[in-house]
C-alpha cells in the first residue's frame, strides 16, 4: 500500500534529501488570497461580518457568538462519564509535566552595581483555536488551556466552530472547557474567528497571543494577522515518521501508521527502516487493517498519496539523516536501542520511544503537548508549552559607578555606528 523510496547505497545532502521525502504539498499562499476579504470584513464590521461568514462557511445562523454559561453546564452535566474521567485524566497529566516547565526571575550581577533581571511575564490575554472539522477535539481544549493558565494568563478566549445540530461548538469541546473553568467560549470558527480574536467583534475583546491547530484557511488567516497578534506555529496536515528495524512489531507499526492517516486525508504517515522484510509485512498488515476501520476511505487516501510511504536505508545512521532532514511532527523510533537512537535525533516535534509508547499516547494521556510543529518546522521550533505564553523582559539598573566604567566603550560604539546622541547620552550624566 505504501509507496517506496530506496535511499540504499545513496547518501544525498540534507537539502537534497528534502526534495526527495514524501511531504504534503500545502499552498498557504492560495489560501491567503481566500482569507483575505474574509478578514477584512470582519476588521470593518465585525461580529456582523463574523455571522455572515459562519452561515455561509459553516451553515449556521448565529444568534449570539458567545456560548452562554447554561450551555457550558448542561455540556459537563450530560457529559459521559467515561470521557469525563478520561479527559480528567489528561488534564492531570498534562498539568504535572507543564509544571515543570515555569519559569523564574533571574537576577544577573554583570559588575558591581550593575544587574540585569530576566524577568517572566504572561500575555494578558489569548484566543485558544480548537478545530472541529472531520473530527472533534476536546483534547486540544486541555492541551492550549493548561499551559496557559500554568503561565498565569488572565483572559483565556476559546474559539470552536458551530456544529449544524446545535449551533454551537462539539458539545465534548463545551465541556472540556467547563472541567477547566473556561467560560469564554465562542461559536466561531475558521478565518473569520481568527480576525474576531485578533480585531475584536462585538463581545468579543482582542486578544494579545492565538494558539491552537487549524484547517489551511485558519493558518493563512494567522499568517496575515501575525504581527497584530503573536500566533505559535502554521500547523499543516499531521505527521508520523516511524524509524524501525527487524524487531518492531509490523502489527505495531501499521497501526501506527493508520492512526495518523486517521485525521485527514493529506496526513502523513512514512516508515523508515533498513529492513525489507518488515516493509513487506507493514504493507500487508496495512492491506488486512486498513478495510476494517471506521474511516477506511480518508486513510487509503492518506496512506496512497505522495505525502506517505516507506523509505528504505542501508542501516539506521542513515534512518536518522531522514529523520533530521524530515523533522517530523511526531517520530516513533521502534528498534532494539531505542533510547540511545532517540538521544541522536536532533529535529522533531515529539518523540516516542519504544513499542509501548504509540502517538495516540501523546495525544491524550502521555502528559506531553500534541499540538506540534508540522511542515518541518521542527527544525526550528518546538511544541506548544508554558513557555509559548510566557515572555522575557529584561530589566536593567546600573548606578552610577557603574555605567562611568563602561561610558567610554559605549561613547566608543556610538561613534562606531554614527549614532553621536547616543553617546551623548552617557556623557551628559558626567559633565561637571
Known amino acids: 500500500m505504501l509507496t517506496r523510496l530506496d535511499l540504499r547505497g545513496r547518501r544525498p545532502d540534507r537539502l537534497t534529501l528534502r526534495g526527495l521525502l514524501p511531504r504534503a504539498a500545502v499552498d498557504v499562499a492560495a489560501a491567503v488570497a481566500a482569507v483575505e476579504p474574509i478578514i477584512a470584513d470582519v476588521r470593518h464590521r465585525g461580529a456582523d461580518a463574523v455571522r455572515e461568514a459562519t452561515a455561509r462557511f459553516d451553515g449556521v445562523v448565529l444568534g449570539d457568538i458567545r456560548v452562554g454559561p447554561a450551555d457550558l453546564a448542561v455540556a459537563l452535566v450530560e457529559l459521559d462519564p467515561d470521557v ?7 488534564i492531570e ?13 533571574s537576577t544577573t550581577q554583570v559588575v558591581p552595581g550593575g544587574t540585569v533581571t530576566e524577568r517572566w511575564v504572561p500575555v494578558d490575554r489569548v484566543g485558544l483555536y480548537v478545530p472541529g472539522g472531520l473530527a472533534m477535539y476536546p483534547s486540544t481544549v486541555v492541551m492550549n488551556v493548561v499551559p496557559a493558565q500554568i503561565a498565569g494568563v488572565a483572559g483565556i478566549a476559546v474559539a470552536s466552530p458551530p456544529q449544524k445540530e446545535t449551533g454551537r461548538p462539539d458539545a465534548r469541546v463545551l465541556a472540556a472547557c467547563a472541567l477547566l473553568g473556561v467560560d469564554e467560549v465562542y461559536s466561531v470558527g ?25 484547517n489551511i484557511y485558519v493558518t493563512a488567516a494567522k499568517r496575515l494577522l501575525r504581527g497584530l497578534v503573536g500566533i505559535d506555529a502554521e500547523a499543516g496536515p499531521t505527521e508520523i515518521v516511524i524509524v524501525a528495524d527487524d524487531s518492531a512489531d509490523p502489527v505495531h507499526v501499521a497501526a501506527d501508521l493508520i492512526s495518523q492517516a486517521e485525521h485527514d486525508p493529506s496526513a502523513a504517515s512514512v516508515l523508515v527502516t533498513a529492513s525489507e522484510r518488515l516493509a ?4 500487508e498488515e496495512l492491506a488486512r487493517l486498513v478495510p476494517a476501520t471506521k474511516h477506511a476511505g480518508r486513510i487509503t487516501t492518506a496512506l496512497t498519496g505522495p505525502q506517505s510511504g516507506t523509505v528504505l536505508v542501508d542501516e539506521l545512521d542513515a534512518g536518522l539523516a531522514v529523520v533530521d532532514a524530515y523533522a517530523p511532527e511526531h517520530l516513533e523510533i521502534q528498534t532494539r536501542d531505542a533510547d540511545n537512537l532517540a538521544r541522536r535525533v536532533r529535529n522533531a516535534g515529539a518523540i516516542f520511544v519504544g513499542a509501548y509508547s504509540p502517538v495516540s499516547l501523546g495525544d491524550y494521556c502521555a502528559g506531553s503537548n500534541h499540538v506540534l510543529p508540522t511542515g518541518g518546522c521542527a527544525r526550528h521550533s518546538g511544541g506548544l508549552s508554558v513557555q509559548t505564553y510566557l515572555r522575557g523582559i529584561h530589566v536593567v539598573h546600573y548606578d552610577e559607578v557603574a555605567l562611568r566604567d563602561v561610558a567610554g566603550h559605549i561613547v566608543t560604539l556610538a561613534d562606531v555606528e554614527d549614532l553621536p546622541a547616543h553617546g551623548e547620552a552617557i556623557t551628559a550624566r ?3
Not at 469525563?84 to 489528561?90: D, F, K, N, S, V
Not at 513487506?280 to 504493507?283: I, L, Q, S
Open 84 to 90: 469525563r474521567a478520561a479527559l480528567e485524566i489528561a
Open 93 to 105: 497529566r498534562v498539568r504535572v509535566v507543564h509544571l515543570a516547565q515555569r519559569r523564574s526571575d
Open 190 to 214: 475558521g478565518a473569520q474567528a481568527i480576525a474576531m480574536l485578533s480585531f475584536g467583534a462585538g463581545v468579543c475583546e482582542p486578544v494579545d497571543l492565538i494558539t491552537g491547530p487549524g
Open 280 to 283: 513487506a509485512a507493514v504493507d
Open 430 to 432: 558626567f559633565r561637571a
